[in-house]
């Protein structure tokens, strides 16, 4: 696509459930990187793909959280046992290769523990 | 440990004035890349510049322009004759040569009014 497609926009779950932000990188972009931005914070790095595997997942805050992508497509980050710490925007990225070329961010999707 | 400060949590200008907008940096990496990020009130990060470690100069893009200085650490983003759409959050990151994952700092709110 043009640009990195982001669903939901806004998620409002309950504590305790289980949730999956899905993004969708913009076409041809191998490298794919989830981040998180609490409020009134800078971005926190969650994980990092290439391809389909993940090089680098030492940003996951804890063993709730798990992100996965198929192929060179679409990544889903799921999140088990909702907790309110967990409320923030996640926003997912990508670029042509994980050298620099400067990511292209997606819209977030705002989640909300309540 | 790479980290990026942005000492400046908001800025309120009045429209035409200039801004400059600081960014200070700490890494023990010899080669390393500096961004400028902004964040409307929509959202989505935006991408404005790049710059790699062992490239000083400055580089000017219509009203913005960016002051690399090594020997200070810092990478500051000035907004010449502001405008109301400049109003965001502008966000300046850091990432190492080997790496992928972007170290932001907090983010500086700017409020231009008319």
């Known amino acids: 696509g043009a640009g990195v497609s982001q669903s939901p926009s806004n998620k409002v779950t309950e504590k305790g459930k289980d949730v999956e932000l899905r993004c969708d990188p913009i076409?041809?972009?191998?490298?794919l990187y989830w981040y998180r931005q609490r409020l009134g914070q800078g971005l926190e790095f969650l994980i990092y793909?290439?391809?389909?595997?993940?090089?680098?997942k030492s940003g996951l805050p804890s063993d709730r959280f798990s992100a996965e992508r198929t192929g060179e497509s679409v990544s889903t980050l799921t999140i088990q046992r909702t907790q309110q710490e967990d409320s923030a925007v996640y926003l997912c990225?990508?670029?042509?290769?994980?050298?620099?070329?400067?990511?292209?961010f997606g819209s977030g999707t705002r989640l909300t523990v309540v | 440990a790479q980290k990026v400060t942005q000492a400046q949590t908001e800025i309120s200008v009045v429209e035409k004035e200039d801004v400059t907008l600081d960014c200070v940096y700490e890494?023990?990496?010899?080669?390393?890349?500096l961004f400028w990020y902004k964040q409307p009130p929509s959202g989505e990060l935006v991408f404005l510049i790049r710059?790699?470690?062992?490239?000083?100069q400055n580089e000017i893009s219509g009203r913005y322009s960016w002051n690399f200085q090594k020997s200070t650490s810092s990478f500051n983003f000035t907004i010449t004759a502001s405008q109301v759409v400049d109003s965001a959050v502008y966000f300046c990151?850091?990432?190492?040569?080997?790496?992928?994952?972007?170290?932001f700092g907090k983010g500086t709110s700017l409020l231009v009014t008319p």
């Open positions: 990151a850091l990432s190492s040569n080997s790496g992928y994952a972007l170290n």
């Open positions: 990225a990508s670029s042509l290769a994980a050298t620099f070329h400067g990511y292209t």
């Open positions: 710059r790699i470690s062992f490239d000083e």
């Open positions: 890494t023990r990496d010899t080669t390393y890349y």
């Open positions: 076409s041809g972009h191998t490298a």
């Open positions: 793909f290439q391809g389909n595997s993940a090089p680098d």
